[in-house]
């Protein structure tokens, strides 16, 4: 069973930097898509960013394109979300999550079958 574990949340203030890292437990990562989600207190889960294997090609929610870059090294079976200019509405527990599929959208949650843990990220100064 594959297993993602994110990691690289905290407390940031305002226009702080965070780096999230989801690591895969099986080889398999090199063939999925990825994307990472994330949930505020109260708020549905919400997909803001995702990577395709077929093409590598990405996509960014609109609350967090130009702030957010999503990559992937497939060596070391991570992916990874610089998060740059976080704001407070950025806080939310972050996820990861796996597409069985080499597309990753559409980036909704119905559509990705293995998630990680979890990590918590707080923007506040």
């Known amino acids: 069973q594959v297993q993602l574990v994110e990691s690289g949340g905290g407390l940031v203030q305002p226009g702080g930097s965070l780096r999230l890292s989801c690591a895969a437990s099986?080889?398999?990562?090199?063939?999925?898509?990825l994307g990472w989600f994330r949930q505020a207190p109260g708020k549905e889960r919400e997909g803001i960013s995702c990577?395709?294997?077929?093409?590598?090609?990405?996509y960014y929610a609109d609350s967090v394109k130009g702030r957010f870059t999503i990559s992937r090294d497939n060596a070391k079976n991570t992916v990874y979300l610089q998060m740059n200019s976080l704001k407070p509405e950025d806080t939310a527990t972050y996820y990861c999550?796996?597409?069985?599929?080499?597309?990753?959208?559409?980036?909704?949650?119905?559509?990705?079958?293995?998630w990680g843990q979890g990590t918590q990220v707080i923007v506040s100064s």
């Open positions: 099986e080889l398999t990562l090199d063939y999925s898509a």
């Open positions: 990577i395709s294997r077929s093409d590598g090609s990405t």
């Open positions: 999550a796996r597409r069985a599929s080499t597309i990753c959208l559409p980036v909704v949650p119905k559509t990705y079958a293995y």
